[in-house]
């Protein structure tokens, strides 16, 4: 059993950063890829990055390429979401995710959620 908790959401202007970070309980952090999803308002839910369980590999979307930043500390139990150059189409609600590899994270799969944290970028 894993659980996850999101924190670092908020208002931002278009250009700016946030971080986000989601802690992980128990001791086998190390063993999951984690991911950050997000859900726009009447949107789907779909996938930002994903980084493996040592952090040596990470994916992105191609709409967040070179904008956001994966990042995790499993000494911590934490990985963070660093978004810079934010823009208006990056307001959602960011979601946590854990999974056994990044290539089985998917909507439909992923077993582990966070709670999710709102992201809202004004123009």
């Known amino acids: 059993q894993v659980q996850l908790v999101e924190s670092g959401g908020g208002l931002v202007q278009a250009g700016g950063s946030l971080r986000l970070s989601c802690t992980a309980s128990?001791?086998?952090?190390?063993?999951?890829?984690m991911g950050w999803f997000r859900q726009a308002p009447g949107k789907e839910r779909e996938f930002v990055t994903g980084?493996?369980?040592?952090?040596?590999?990470?994916y992105y979307a191609s709409f967040v390429m070179g904008r956001f930043t994966i990042s995790r500390d499993n000494a911590e139990n934490t990985v963070y979401l660093q978004m810079n150059s934010l823009k208006p189409e990056d307001t959602a609600v960011y979601y946590c995710?854990?999974?056994?590899?990044?290539?089985?994270?998917?909507?439909?799969?992923?077993?582990?959620w966070g709670q999710g944290t709102q992201v809202t970028v004004s123009s």
């Open positions: 980084i493996n369980g040592s952090g040596n590999s990470k």
């Open positions: 128990g001791r086998t952090f190390s063993t999951y890829a």
């Open positions: 995710a854990a999974a056994p590899t990044v290539s089985t994270m998917r909507v439909s799969t992923t077993e582990y």
